[in-house]
């Protein structure tokens, strides 16, 4: 087996250096996701903003239910629909209302008697 020349070490000592850091910096990145920084200071406009965004997203995906629901009747209306043509069912026909005052006059009119 062949020694390794100095560059190939030089590298070697390179990658490494550069593994550890890079290590060392995602560590501590991690712990400050989950620990929050060192000396938190008061961010109450950071906060309100989060509270915002969060009840725009929940007001947001309440539409979007609402339409789906909307979308799904009318299909479903429209499948019913479909069928029912289909089968050409026929719809009852509902006679027209006869007008009462005009029954009530005609008899009232024979028995006027002039004279």
């Known amino acids: 087996m062949t020694a390794p020349s100095n560059d190939q070490v030089r590298r070697f000592a390179v ?3 550069a593994a550890a850091a890079t290590e060392m910096v995602l560590a501590r990145l991690a712990r400050r996701l989950k620990h929050g920084p060192a000396h938190p ?17 929940a007001e947001g995906m309440a539409d979007l239910y609402w339409q789906r629901r909307r979308l799904r009747a009318e299909v479903d209306r429209r499948i019913i629909e479909a069928r029912v043509g ?3 069912a026929k719809l009852p026909v509902v006679p027209s209302q006869r007008s009462a005052l005009a029954d009530e006059l005609e008899p009232a009119a024979d028995r006027l008697t002039v004279g």
Not at 43 to 49: K, L, V
């Open 86 to 88: 289909m089968h050409h």
């Open 41 to 57: 200071s008061r961010r109450y406009i950071r906060r309100a903003a989060g509270a915002v965004l969060s009840e725009l997203l």
């Open 15 to 17: 990658d490494l250096a």
